[in-house]
């Protein structure tokens, strides 16, 4: 069975810009003595809500390098499209949108075949009724000329 990771990925992104935003507001000062970086608390929150192992952690973050919504794994760094995918309701609502339009298509094509068999219907009916006038021309001529 194939595990499906995107509410952890979209997890990942909000906390992202939820760092980013306490970042923003302001200078905080720190208990400790070195401050934890933004990818330690993003990570320690990932691993502690979701149970993952370090591996699948990096697997993540890596998914989402590629998928170009990360900039960089260290630092972690979100990119602008990942600001814009994750505020477009992320991985989840892309699967939601997949979705609904597999099931648009599926309908367009059952409504095709109806349409299309109702079509080639209509056209055996209209070959028939051709068929027949030729028919019958073709005995109206014969009458003509040989009778």
């Known amino acids: 069975m194939e595990k ?10 909000y ?7 306490q970042i923003n507001k302001g200078v905080s000062f720190f208990s400790e003595d070195v401050p934890v970086s933004t ?17 699948e952690l990096n697997l993540l973050y890596y998914t989402l390098l590629i998928d170009e919504y990360l900039k960089s794994i260290d630092p972690l760094v979100i990119s602008l499209e990942g600001l814009v995918f994750i505020n477009n309701g992320g991985y989840v609502q892309k ?3 997949m ?8 309908t367009i094509q059952k409504d095709l075949n109806k349409y299309s068999f109702g079509l080639m219907l209509f056209t055996a009916i209209v070959a028939l009724g051709t ?3 030729a028919w019958y021309f073709a005995i109206e001529i014969y009458k003509y000329y040989f009778e």
């Open 4 to 13: 499906n990771y995107d509410d952890e990925m979209d997890f990942i992104l």
């Open 15 to 21: 906390e992202l810009v939820k760092e980013y935003e």
């Open 39 to 55: 990818r330690d608390k993003v990570s320690q929150k990932v691993i502690s809500k979701f149970n993952l192992k370090e591996w």
């Open 95 to 97: 699967k939601v949108s």
């Open 99 to 106: 979705q609904r339009e597999a099931q648009k298509l599926e």
């Open 131 to 133: 068929l027949i006038s």
